[in-house]
């Protein structure tokens, strides 16, 4: 217990470090924190002291919540969230003329309300109409005059959260597409460089090649956080996109969604790969692993490739274009392609089950290839 209290701790001490030091995810936490609780208390000063209401609670709550990680998720949510209020209070009054009894409005309204929770068009907000109804019913405010004051502080509460939200420093998640995408490129290179390595050493099993399956299927979670950050950036630049970038607040190249694409499809041929690794490795099945040496060189081509990875994920944390493939790498894939073309073909003068599974691996290293180098950088692609 005291080991994982220390570890949390220490934690959260990283994550005090970093929004301190370089902006990233926790100075954007921090930003958005503070934004939370300045509506809330300006929603207090507005409500209770310059309009004078005694129970100013309804505008700091609601201004509070309506703080959300994007200017366009704020007004949706406030829409949500006001009708659902609406909703509760008014059933809640109702209840109570009907029945002139708190236990009897709570048992008539509260079951309707929950269920109303469920519809899709509240969204998350759904659950509010219940709670308001609970709050009109227990503070015994169910005139007329008392539902509609909550109404207006409700408003009120509202305007003051979305406007904090998007006119103090309004949030923009465009960073987390960049630093998905550089990670994509990072870890598929730390992938084919393990492939490799295990490859050249020559010790690995069936146990082994699911370890690197495994891998590739991590790449696919990392496809899915990308795919998330780019909804999260399309979403923070609606109603907003204009003139933030006119006050530079929106870095002017965010990489193009196509190299979302590019990526993905270079983490699908590393999968492929893998996966028929796991096939030769796989005693039970009549496809085998080609000989050593030709293991060896083409461990050297994932290295070279995993070099291009890596340097493409600096590339793009960068922010800025690298000089093309040099003339030394472009050679050592061209003679490295050449020596496995070779042992291809020797293979098939020996064996069809090696000669299958090398022909596999050698297709999905060209494929991540012509991926992973774009552009006029893929002067020394074997062809």
């Excluded at 003051?160 to 309004?170: E, F, K, M, S």
């Excluded at 790449?219 to 109603?239: N, V």
């Excluded at 499809?265 to 790969?273: E, I, M, N, Y």
């Excluded at 060189?297 to 493409?312: K, M, T």
């Amino acid at each position: 217990m005291a080991e994982a209290v220390r570890e949390e701790a220490a934690g959260v001490g990283r994550a005090a470090r970093r929004a301190w030091h370089e902006p990233g995810r926790e100075r954007d936490l921090v930003v958005q924190s503070l934004k939370a609780a300045g509506a809330a208390l300006l929603a207090w000063l507005v409500a209770a002291d310059w309009l004078g209401d005694p129970m100013a609670l309804m505008a700091p709550w609601v201004a509070l919540v309506l703080v959300q990680a994007t200017v366009y998720s704020s007004l949706r949510q406030a829409a949500q969230q006001f009708t659902a209020l609406a909703t509760g209070a008014l059933l809640a009054s109702a209840a109570q003329w009907v029945t002139g009894d708190t236990l009897g409005a709570l048992a008539l309204s509260v079951p309707v309300l929950m269920l109303l929770a469920n519809w899709p068009r509240f969204g998350d907000q759904g659950i509010y109409a219940a709670t308001t109804a609970v709050f009109t019913l227990a503070s015994g405010a169910v005139s007329a005059s008392a539902v509609g004051h909550r109404l207006l502080q409700a408003a009120l509460g509202a305007v003051i959260g979305v406007a904090v939200n998007a006119l103090v420093l309004p949030p923009v998640h465009l960073r987390d597409v960049r630093e998905n995408l550089a990670a994509l490129a990072r870890e598929t290179g730390e992938t084919l460089c393990t492939v490799a390595a295990g490859l050249r050493d020559g010790d690995w099993d069936a146990s082994t090649a699911a370890g690197w399956a495994r891998a590739a299927d991590r790449l696919e979670r990392r496809r899915e956080a990308l795919r998330s950050a780019r909804g999260w950036s399309r979403e923070s630049l609606r109603l907003t996109g204009g003139w933030l970038r006119a006050l530079h607040r929106v870095p002017l190249h965010l990489p193009d969604e196509a190299e979302d694409e590019r990526w993905g499809r270079v983490a699908g041929h590393v999968t492929a790969l893998t996966r028929a690794l796991v096939a030769a490795a796989d005693d039970a099945r009549t496809s085998a692993p080609p000989a050593q040496r030709a293991l060896r060189a083409y461990a050297d081509l994932l290295e070279l490739i995993a070099g291009c990875c890596r340097a493409e994920s600096e590339r793009l944390l960068r922010r800025r274009d690298t000089a093309p493939v040099d003339d030394r790498t472009g050679r050592a894939l061209e003679e490295l392609h050449r020596n496995l073309q070779d042992s291809l073909r020797e293979h098939a003068g020996r064996s069809s089950a090696r000669t299958a599974v090398l022909g596999t691996l050698l297709l999905q290293a060209e494929n991540i290839w012509a991926e992973a180098v774009p552009g006029d950088r893929r002067e020394s692609q074997p062809q």
